[in-house]
């Protein structure tokens, strides 16, 4: 489904007009505004190219390029460059007014602007015809954009001829389960904001419609829980800001479809999904635990079909891949996950954060452990710099009562989530990256 055919006066689909609007729109509300700062506690798990590799179970590559599509005002740019403080980056984005913000922000992070070169382009235009030296990149991150844009096919091919061979691309997109009132409202505006052209009169009704609302009413509580949230995440400024509404409820473009219809678009621009940043609520157990009879039979396209129905109303956050890929696999979790090898030292994903007082530890994506003394004991003696066999010695002084087939599962299922990674052996390295280069020498 789509508003953009229809609301805020475009009663006629026209992608030249719609891009132009689009524009518009992000020139006079760019968002969100400067005032939001570093957020340091901020560490998405999408913004490090390393765990993009990891999870997909392929070698990170020593040298890094990202690509940054649609930056908007630099906050994922941000992000991207704190968590990959090595890699050459580049942040494409179409409006000016957001890109001026995207350099400011950087700008008060020094440390981070001399690795981010910043373009404006329409995605859907011929990248490498406006910016030959463009090149390709290892990592793309496109979050929050691609549904904006009027012809989201086209932005993806684009996209994908800048994908380098082995490359991987992750993708954020809304999920039409996830935008209900948010699209009651959008209707409820086509109807009362007639002159479109005028943002202060589309304003003030979105406003006066909000506040006014019966309290109790799904829209009010929906609203209030909106504002709630950016306000944690982003700022109080951010949360009452103009471009907060405009972005929100008077968006001129907006796909909302549901993953059949975004996995449909995705092969037609020749990408692969790959896993699911969420993976763990894209499996049907947890919702359907006693029909595993009649879920055997079903296709993995019924599948996910079946499991976008009950899962929590949540966008569509995934890693792709270019179907250049003879190796690539779709959507298969299981057959992904990092194995314990005493010889390599475990590495801490930086965005893992800290237990809590109740002693959970999360890994940033709806999972978490709950964890025993005895295994944040071996938790905070991870640094990097040992090797598995190395903190066992060292742990088993500490813990003799503990086996080391408790001290292995528990490495284990710290992998299996993702908490960590594992630097492998230097012979193994080597033997990796000689791996890695014939992959990118093969077209």
Not at 204 to 217: A, F, K, S, T, Y
Not at 219 to 226: A, D, E
């Amino acid at each position: 489904m789509t508003v953009s055919e229809t609301q805020n006066g475009f009663n006629h689909f026209n992608p030249e007009r719609l891009s132009a609007a689009v524009k518009n729109q992000y020139e006079r509300y760019p968002f969100p505004p400067l005032a939001l700062d570093a957020l340091a506690d901020i560490r998405p798990p999408q913004a490090d190219a390393r765990f993009a590799f990891i999870y997909l179970d392929q070698a990170p590559p020593q040298q890094v390029r990202i690509l940054d599509a649609g930056c908007g005002t630099g906050f994922s740019t941000l992000k991207l460059a704190q968590a990959n403080p090595k890699a050459e980056i580049v942040a494409l984005e179409l409006s000016e007014a957001s890109l001026e913000i995207a350099r400011e922000r950087l700008g008060a992070q020094s440390t981070h602007l001399a690795s981010v070169r910043f373009l404006q382009a329409d995605l859907q235009s011929d990248l490498l015809q406006r910016y030959p030296d463009l090149g390709h990149f290892d990592y793309i991150h496109c979050s929050g954009v691609i549904h904006h844009i009027p012809d989201p096919l086209l932005a993806l091919q684009e996209l994908r001829r800048l994908l380098a061979p082995a490359g991987i691309f992750y993708l954020m997109v809304y999920a039409g389960s996830a935008r209900h009132e948010i699209e009651t409202i959008q209707r409820l505006l086509q109807i009362l904001w007639q002159d479109t052209s005028n943002w202060e009169q589309g304003l003030m009704i979105c406003r006066q419609l909000l506040q006014n609302l019966p309290e109790g009413h799904q829209l009010k509580q929906h609203y209030l829980n909106s504002l709630q949230t950016v306000t944690d995440v982003l700022g109080v400024e951010a949360a009452y800001s103009d471009a907060f509404l405009v972005d929100t409820y008077l968006q001129r473009c907006e796909w909302r479809w549901n993953q059949a219809q975004w996995f449909q678009v995705l092969n037609n621009a020749g990408l692969v999904p790959c896993r699911w940043l969420d993976h763990a609520s894209w499996q049907a157990d947890p919702y359907l635990p006693t029909l595993p009879d009649f879920r055997a039979p079903l296709s993995q396209e019924q599948s996910l079909m079946l499991i976008d129905q009950v899962r929590p109303p949540q966008n569509y956050a995934i890693y792709l891949q270019s179907d250049r890929l003879t190796n690539g696999s779709v959507l298969n979790p299981s057959q992904k996950r990092q194995k314990y090898d005493p010889t390599a030292s475990p590495r801490r994903f930086d965005f893992i954060q800290a237990p809590n007082t109740e002693q959970l530890l999360g890994n940033a994506r709806g999972q978490a452990l709950v964890l025993r003394p005895w295994m944040q004991s071996l938790w905070q003696g991870i640094s990097g710099q040992q090797n598995w066999d190395q903190l066992w010695q060292e742990f088993h002084q500490v813990h003799p009562n503990i086996d080391h087939s408790s001290f292995v599962e528990f490495a284990q299922q710290l992998l299996n989530l993702y908490y960590l990674w594992q630097q492998p052996r230097l012979d193994q390295t080597n033997q990796t990256n000689q791996t890695n280069q014939a992959n990118e020498r093969t077209p």
